[in-house]
DNA sequence: GACGCGTGGAA
DNA sequence: TTTCCAAGCGT
């Protein structure tokens, strides 16, 4: 099957692609930490970090990790609390379960030898088609395209492809195209090459298309599609959860809350919250609510983006118990357990720096 | 196949 | 201010 077509135009041989790429790689490449080394539980630690997540974001905590965790033996390990503690803050915690999941999963059915093809590199979990693509390319040299959402966007107009590429219709035809583009090529400095060419050049919004090297290959330019692919069908419109955050405390505690499943930051620790559909809340219900019925589960919502504190600075005295609602600072204890993975945790941090209590 | 999961930066 | 979205995956 010939997969780049003749009859999309008079734009020069896609099959130069590739070898155009490598040119740009070689010039624009960006150092980082993983790219220094082919030991394939860092590129693995690294392909998690990044997942939905920018390199500038990611970096720290890929730092974090290798000097903690050195090894992915000692990443087995370590107690999940510790691993959820290195990932507070950065999201996705799923992520970090999977990850310290998939570490005991290398020892136990890997004998502790990372596996080193597509196939059983997929086995590991939180690791998807496009991870083990990647590990597999990069710390293997097998050739496999790592799709990704970088790619989609650089192949997606590069062939003036129009259609929703949330679609998986779509998503295959990218694919083969990945495939035939990788053909001949050095695998993993391909993929990178690509990611890295959509993340740098090809970027989603206002690129530089007047100074591309792929300018005269691109079939979205040549018919002035750039701004309109890829296609995104947009789903779900977006809908705000208010959080109201009490503080209670004695002389030497805090109460703290561990949230549970079903929701948003599963199994992480917060203050004790009411939640409401506006920003209003009712003192008087709330002080009530949030100290009669701490164990019993705040109502839930789906579909939630943001999270909004109420600014309403509440003070309640219920026997010896003080009661707060926290406007975005507010007081200070020293006996949150370090262990702890907290929701927010900014807002700890500047419960933790205040000092007017 | 649709949906939910986080955070921070950019426009 | 709001919206988009960035090296996806599990359910």
């Not at 590990?135 to 496999?144: L, V």
């Not at 090459?193 to 090809?202: L, V, Y």
Request: hydrophobic letters at 40%; proline letters at 5%.
């Amino acid at each position: 099957m010939e997969l780049f077509s003749p009859l999309k135009l008079k734009s020069l041989d896609p099959h130069n692609i590739p070898e155009v790429l490598d040119t740009w790689f070689d010039q624009n490449e960006r150092l980082m930490p993983w790219r220094e080394t082919r030991d394939p539980y860092r590129i693995w630690l690294s392909e998690i970090i990044l997942q939905q997540t920018r390199v500038a974001q990611g970096t720290p905590y890929y730092l974090a990790f290798i000097n903690q965790f050195p090894t992915i033996e000692k990443l087995a390990n370590a107690p999940e609390d510790e691993v959820l503690k290195l990932w507070q803050g950065l999201g996705y915690y799923s992520r970090a379960r999977n990850l310290h999941f998939a570490a005991k999963q290398v020892m136990m059915e890997f004998s502790g030898e990372f596996p080193n093809q597509y196939s059983s590199i997929l086995k590991l979990k939180g690791v998807g088609p496009y991870t083990a693509s990647a590990i597999a390319s990069i710390a293997f040299g097998e050739k496999r395209a790592a799709v990704d959402g970088n790619v989609i966007r650089v192949i997606s107009r590069l062939f003036g492809i129009s259609e929703d590429t949330n679609q998986s219709v779509t998503q295959n035809t990218i694919q083969k195209l990945a495939d035939e583009l990788i053909k001949d090529s050095n695998p993993g400095r391909h993929n990178q090459a690509m990611m890295e060419f959509g993340a740098m050049q090809c970027v989603p919004k206002n690129p530089n298309c007047q100074n591309c090297p792929l300018s005269e290959y691109c079939i979205a330019l040549q018919n002035q599609w750039v701004d309109q692919i890829p296609l995104k069908v947009k789903k779900l419109k977006r809908r705000s959860r208010y959080f109201h955050y009490f503080i209670i405390q004695d002389d030497s505690n805090v109460w703290l809350h561990r949230r549970s499943e079903n929701d948003i930051w599963n199994g992480l620790y917060q203050f004790p919250l009411i939640e409401s559909s506006s920003n209003e809340l009712n003192l008087p219900d709330a002080v009530f609510s949030i100290l009669g019925s701490l164990s019993v589960e705040m109502i839930k919502s789906n579909k939630a983006k943001k999270h909004v504190l109420s600014h309403q600075d509440i003070y309640a005295t219920f026997h010896h118990i003080k009661v707060k609602c926290l406007p975005e600072s507010s007081f200070i204890s020293s006996k949150l357990n370090e262990v702890h993975t907290f929701a927010l945790p900014r807002l700890i941090d500047r419960y933790l720096e205040s000092n007017d209590f």
